[in-house]
């Protein structure tokens, strides 16, 4: 299986900060992975995908960057609606594997 | 975008079977074009992918799950399922359908239905 090793696992941010997520493939993906947000008692939210697409309605703050191993979603000037939890998953092949999560949580 | 909604039957007793119904609108089940998942979360944990089921009939599974999954499709109600047997409290948790595509974007996710195991 190719394990999904995402960082941090929390992130403690202020409204208008940047904020980056990493994760690393146990090994080489291509750029087949996609990131997801999450927030409390609600089904993800599809924000990236082939690791730089924006997601349809995914405001453009948002950024997806890597090939390989590793990636990174990058959110510009953080708003409200932005801390949540993100996952980043690869789809390179079965079976698909998730990264562990990143809480951004406001400061 | 279509609109998918989990449902079953909230609580199963150990060693049972857990059924779950993915009902679909918006979008034909039989578009080529795509294919239809599950996704789980155990209570404040994270994601874990069971499995999907392409417009071929073709499955996957996670390895984890494999021996006790079964994912199907009901084109004229334009639903599909899972069916995980011999369930145990590691089986609590949120599952989500959802519909793929290929070339774009991996999940289009539905709301999610709670499934205890207990007795």
């Known amino acids: 299986d190719i394990q999904m090793t995402q960082f941090p696992s929390f992130v403690s941010a202020s409204v208008g900060d940047r904020v980056t997520i990493t994760c690393r493939a146990s090994q080489t993906i291509e750029d087949w992975v996609a990131w997801f947000q999450q927030s409390p008692g609600k089904a993800p939210k599809t924000v990236m995908y082939r690791a730089s697409t924006l997601e349809n309605g995914v405001p453009v703050r948002f950024s997806g960057s890597g090939s390989g191993t590793e990636f990174t979603l990058t959110i510009d000037t953080l708003q409200p609606e932005d801390f949540a939890t993100y996952y980043c998953q690869q789809y390179k092949s079965f079976p698909w594997t998730f990264g562990q999560g990143t809480r951004v949580d406001i400061k | 975008q279509p609109q998918l909604q989990a449902s079953g039957p909230g609580l199963v007793k150990p060693s049972e079977t857990l059924s779950l119904t993915c009902t679909v609108s918006?979008?034909?089940?039989?578009?080529?074009?795509?294919?239809w998942g599950w996704i789980r979360q155990p209570p404040g944990k994270g994601l874990e992918w069971v499995g999907n089921?392409?417009?071929?009939?073709?499955?996957y599974y996670n390895p984890s799950l494999e021996s006790r999954t079964s994912i199907s499709v009901d084109t004229s109600k334009n639903q599909f399922f899972l069916r995980l047997k011999s369930v145990t409290a590691a089986d609590t948790g949120v599952y989500f359908c959802a519909r793929g595509n290929v070339w774009k974007s991996p999940w289009v996710w539905g709301q999610g239905t709670l499934a205890a195991v207990s007795s």
């Open positions: 089921i392409y417009s071929s009939g073709l499955t």
């Open positions: 918006g979008d034909s089940i039989n578009n080529g074009n795509y294919y």
